[in-house]
């Protein structure tokens, strides 16, 4: 009695944990430890995977619409504002960006305005414009309204530099239940973890989700010079000296024409 | 050729940074500089963040100063006591120059003193030396002789107490101004992120009159010692001097300092004085217009210090 008991709650569990028929969906990274070698000029990294339905599933009119938001390591951040004081430009304005993404991708299949509702869209902070830049407001942590003009330059210059992209035709479903995604990762990427969230829409409603996540780390010899800096650093500064001196001394010697 | 730089964390093409490497290389061994203010806007440029330029430009500096510094002692064109008592100072104005450095960061208008020291600094000196050797070339093109500069001849200078002998140099003279001018040094170099031997070498000349021979051995001296120092200080409190691009900006430097000394033995020296002059000066106009004209963007994003 006891243990069918124990089957009823388990299948009661799963039931809760999984909402009603929805879809399952299964992804893949390329890798998800990303090396930066001496040879390092950028990745793209590919993500792709299925959403398996089973004969429970509620079967949908439209096709399936998945977005992709890829987090990087969090940073702080300050915005500056330049004006014009007695003829030259000296910044007199800032906002603290605290524990913002240092990289953010957002990759989907369309754009959401075609396969959600605003209030969806506000609700899961759906694409750059809706994602959380909380900035020090005095003592406190909040984020600003969209149209805040350090803000829009935060992610005007983000978006500049490669570390937060926005792709409204990022990931491709090659058939109805297949799709592909590629995480453009530029040269200047910050090491760290990053976390992949996938999201899926049928019929203007999330029906699941699913996460993910890839570490970038320096490797070889690359990790060797920056692991010496840091905790080596008299050491470090010292053997650079010599390298200097050694060069330099080694010019004089090759160039010497007495 | 990409290569990744471990402490810049960026890619830069190999061939770019020696390239750099040579152009300033030729400039700080044919005018006796170390080309520092040269260097490091031009890192900041490709994408290099100023503190990582500023900490890797100084080993950078340390090569080529030392490879010009040997051929110099080969000549016997170095003044050693000159160049000790002109490191007592830098020490020091370095000392109190990273004193009013934080003093400016806490109070966040560390950018905007960078930017306009560089543009007095660079426009002042550099108009000058244009001035000095422009006048120079018109006396000798209308025939006049030059004011002839003895070693010996005297200033309010060198009515000072306190008088060394500095032999390599035939000079007398007060130790004040001497430790005077290595402060001047030392304290410019450690708020500009520069070696200041374009300063040192005419305050050498027209305030000490020190004998031109020398002049440039002995700067390269001082050059040495306080890019060393600061390279080591660099690594071991902010730990961000990049090795490999120190290296690649070395040999390049190096190779091109040696072109560099044996292209100055062919031009006369006020030309010298005159081309240095107006290569400070652009720079100098370069900072210039980044402070008034404006800017692409008026915001601009950084990493907050300590972050």
């Not at chain 2, 030396?129 to 422009?134: D, I, K, R, W």
């Not at chain 2, 305030?207 to 051995?217: A, D, F, K, Q």
Request: hydrophobic share 50%.
């Amino acid at each position: 009695v006891s243990f069918a008991r124990f089957v009823i709650a388990a299948a009661v569990c799963a039931f809760a944990a999984t909402p009603a028929a929805a879809e399952r969906i299964v992804s893949s990274l390329a890798t998800h430890q990303v090396f930066i070698t001496s040879q390092f000029i950028g990745l793209d990294l590919v993500l792709f995977g299925s959403v398996e339905r089973d004969a429970a599933t509620v079967p949908h009119s439209g096709a399936y619409d998945l977005v992709v938001t890829v987090t990087g390591p969090k940073e702080s951040q300050v915005t500056r504002r330049k004006e014009r004081v007695l003829g030259i430009w000296v910044n007199v304005e800032s906002r603290d960006f605290i524990d913002v993404p240092s990289y953010l991708a957002v990759l989907s299949t369309r754009p959401y305005e075609a396969f959600t509702s605003v209030d969806l869209r506000r609700r899961l902070q759906l694409g750059l414009e809706r994602t959380l830049l909380p900035q020090q407001i005095g003592p406190d942590l909040a984020d600003v309204v969209r149209d805040d003009p350090f803000r829009q330059a935060f992610l005007r210059l983000k978006t500049a530099r490669h570390l937060y992209v926005e792709n409204t035709s990022g990931v491709t479903f090659l058939t109805p239940s297949l799709y592909r995604a590629t995480i453009p990762l530029p040269a200047v990427v910050p090491v760290g973890n990053y976390d992949v969230d996938l999201k899926l829409f049928a019929d203007g409603v999330l029906v699941g989700r699913a996460s993910s996540a890839f570490e970038i780390v320096k490797a070889g010899f690359e990790q060797f010079v920056a692991a010496s800096a840091q905790s080596h650093g008299t050491a470090y500064g010292l053997a650079t000296v010599m390298f200097a001196l050694v060069t330099g001394w080694f010019a004089s010697v090759v160039f010497r024409r007495d | 050729m990409e290569i990744y730089l471990p402490i810049a964390d960026l890619p830069v093409n190999v061939f770019l940074i020696l390239g750099m490497g040579l152009a300033v290389g030729f400039i700080s061994g044919m005018f006796g500089i170390g080309g520092g203010f040269l260097m490091t806007p031009l890192l900041i440029f490709i994408g290099i963040t100023p503190a990582v330029a500023v900490a890797t430009v100084a080993s950078h500096i340390a090569a080529s100063s030392f490879s010009g510094a040997i051929s110099y002692w080969r000549r016997r064109a170095i003044d050693l006591a000159l160049a000790l008592v002109l490191l007592c100072g830098a020490v020091v104005g370095t000392v109190a120059g990273v004193w009013l450095f934080t003093l400016l960061r806490n109070l966040g208008q560390l950018d905007i003193t960078i930017g306009v020291s560089y543009v007095i600094l660079l426009c002042s000196v550099g108009g000058l030396m244009v001035l000095e050797s422009v006048r120079a070339i018109l006396r000798e093109r209308s025939g006049q002789r030059a004011p002839l500069r003895r070693p010996g001849s005297h200033t309010w200078v060198h009515g000072l107490p306190a008088k060394l002998r500095f032999k390599q140099s035939r000079l007398y003279i007060s130790a004040i101004p001497v430790c005077g001018i290595g402060f001047i040094i030392g304290f410019i170099g450690a708020i500009m992120g520069i070696g200041g031997g374009f300063i040192l070498v005419p305050m050498l000349i027209y305030v000490l009159r020190v004998p031109t021979s020398v002049v440039i051995g002995t700067s390269m001296v001082l050059t040495l010692v306080t890019m060393a120092v600061a390279t080591v200080l660099h690594a071991a409190t902010n730990h961000l001097v990049d090795v490999v691009l120190a290296l690649l900006l070395m040999v390049g430097g190096v190779i091109g300092a040696q072109f560099g000394a044996r292209a100055s033995q062919k031009l006369a020296a006020d030309r010298l004085r005159l081309l240095l002059g107006l290569l400070v000066v652009a720079v100098g106009l370069r900072f210039a217009f980044d402070l008034i004209l404006t800017p692409h963007d008026v915001y601009s994003i950084r990493p907050m210090e300590g972050s």
